[in-house]
């Protein structure tokens, strides 16, 4: 089975702070993804990567950036924390051959709070 | 622009009975569409998709999902519901233009003992 590691489950943080969020895939994946969970928002996709060193900008971009040296690691970054950016964060992966009609893979997310 | 809609914020359903959680989509080619479930406290779980072929698609722990093109709908099916199932579900759909998947708002499925 497809593991997804995010490296933290609950997270507390002030604003102004730098944050990091780590995610860690096993399956080999080239494509990787960072989504923000909202109550009656759905997920909203923040940033992804179809492979190492590759990024592109999601819906919801601004006040993150992310980074992408491993094919097994996609590291989200929050510059400077914001109340705002209080939320679930989930990171996901999923095999590039085929790549529509594969399923994306989750973990199981990091409830970020900041104060 | 692809778009999906789960229409219903909460369904409520008793235990045995058969469930349906709703979601229309719309896109301007062929639809890829997929349903996840969502755990107290975990991530997504992929339950099933429809790429081609039959209209009604399996998938795991007993659900289905009916895939009508006329009404733009892929309904999520399961012919006796369990206490277990009670959990947040998506929709989401293939953005044809880059790959992406565009996820519903989530309909919350509760089951009654």
């Known amino acids: 089975d497809v593991k997804v590691t995010q490296s933290s489950r609950y997270l507390v943080k002030r604003t102004g702070e730098k944050v990091f969020l780590e995610c860690v895939q096993d399956?080999?994946?080239?494509?990787m993804f960072w989504y923000r969970q909202d109550p009656g928002l759905g997920l909203r996709l923040i940033y992804f990567?179809?492979?190492?060193?590759?990024?592109e900008k999601g819906d919801i971009p601004e006040g993150y950036s992310v980074s992408r040296e491993k094919k097994e690691r996609f590291s989200l970054i929050l510059e400077s924390a914001s109340t705002n950016q209080t939320s679930m964060y989930l990171c996901?992966?999923?095999?590039?051959?085929?790549?529509?009609?594969?399923?994306?893979?989750f973990g199981d997310g990091t409830r970020l709070s900041i104060l | 622009a692809q778009s999906v809609a789960q229409p219903e914020d909460q369904v409520n359903v008793a235990e045995g009975n058969p469930l349906t959680v709703k979601c229309t989509y719309s896109?301007?080619?062929?639809?890829?569409l997929f349903w996840y479930v969502q755990y107290p406290n975990r991530g997504l779980q992929f339950l099933l998709k429809?790429?081609?072929?039959?209209?009604l698609v399996k998938g795991s722990y007993g659900f289905e999902a009916e895939f009508n093109k006329s009404q733009t709908s892929f309904h999520l099916k399961k012919p006796s519901a369990l206490v277990s199932d009670s959990a947040l579900y998506f929709c989401?759909?293939?953005?044809?233009?880059?790959?992406?998947?565009?996820f519903g708002t989530g309909t919350r499925l509760q089951v009654f003992p």
């Open positions: 399956m080999d994946h080239e494509n």
């Open positions: 990567s179809y492979d190492v060193k590759m990024k």
């Open positions: 429809y790429i081609t072929g039959d209209n």
């Open positions: 989401a759909v293939r953005d044809e233009g880059t790959d992406k998947l565009i």
């Open positions: 996901a992966s999923r095999r590039l051959a085929g790549t529509g009609n594969q399923p994306q893979h």
């Open positions: 896109v301007s080619g062929n639809p890829y």
